[in-house]
């Protein structure tokens, strides 16, 4: 059972306005992961974190930020929102070792009008 | 560059009746392959895995297949449930590779 949890489930939200998306997991997993979904696409890699001051970019570009202060929490942030960032954003974590499952949780969809 | 692609976008599927679902991926070096179930607006759950040095992982309904010379793997549950309907991803990785997701297909059980 997957303990990793999203806030807030569903946002929407006017053009220019700062926000950020929650994730927290209490599985002690050193890898999290942020990914962007769109319908009928494949999940889009965004950023992604190795531990504790760990962030990298993933494929997609995307013009949101994200922090590991803390191993459990994961938070992603939009400076400045655009209808262009609507999507659903999934946060993910699983363990550091090779050929790893990574868990999910429920999802944030966006909407910015 | 897409390196897990899912061609069917959508399955329809009687109630106790077999499912198969597809997926090929274009990197050889991916070692590990798995399968998630998603609801709509909810995260994709965990469903089966596989690793490459095996052709074959059960789970009670679902099997998948891994045909590593064809770069090709298959979901198959059996029998199919109404609950059954949902999208499935197919996904891949290893070697240091990202996990890469297919575009999924949308299983539809009709009772």
């Known amino acids: 059972e997957a303990d990793i949890y999203q806030t807030p489930r569903y946002l929407v939200i006017g053009t220019g306005k700062k926000i950020t998306l929650e994730c927290s997991q209490t599985m002690g997993h050193d890898k999290m992961y942020w990914y962007q979904q769109d319908p009928g696409m494949e999940l889009h890699l965004i950023h992604y974190s190795y531990g504790v001051n760990s962030t990298e970019k993933g494929d997609l570009s995307s013009e949101s930020t994200v922090s590991r202060i803390r191993t459990e929490h994961f938070p992603l942030t939009l400076e400045s929102a655009r209808p262009s960032h609507t999507s659903q954003y999934l946060c993910?974590?699983?363990?550091?070792?090779?050929?790893?499952?990574?868990?999910f949780g429920p999802g944030t969809r966006l909407l910015v009008l | 560059d897409q390196q897990v692609k899912q061609n069917s976008p959508s399955l329809s599927v009687q109630e106790g009746r077999i499912s198969i679902l597809n997926c090929d991926y274009t990197?050889?070096?991916?070692?590990?392959f798995l399968w998630y179930k998603k609801y709509p607006a909810e995260g994709p759950t965990f469903l089966i895995s596989?690793?490459?040095?095996?052709d074959k992982n059960e789970d009670g309904r679902f099997t998948v297949f891994l045909n590593k010379s064809a770069k090709h793997l298959s979901l198959h549950i059996v029998p199919s449930q109404p609950g059954d309907s949902a999208v499935y991803f197919c996904a891949a990785s290893g070697y240091g590779n990202d996990m890469r997701f297919g575009a999924g297909t949308r299983l539809t059980v009709k009772p």
């Open positions: 990197n050889s070096m991916f070692d590990y």
């Open positions: 993910a974590s699983s363990e550091t070792a090779e050929g790893e499952t990574q868990y």
């Open positions: 596989i690793s490459s040095i095996k």
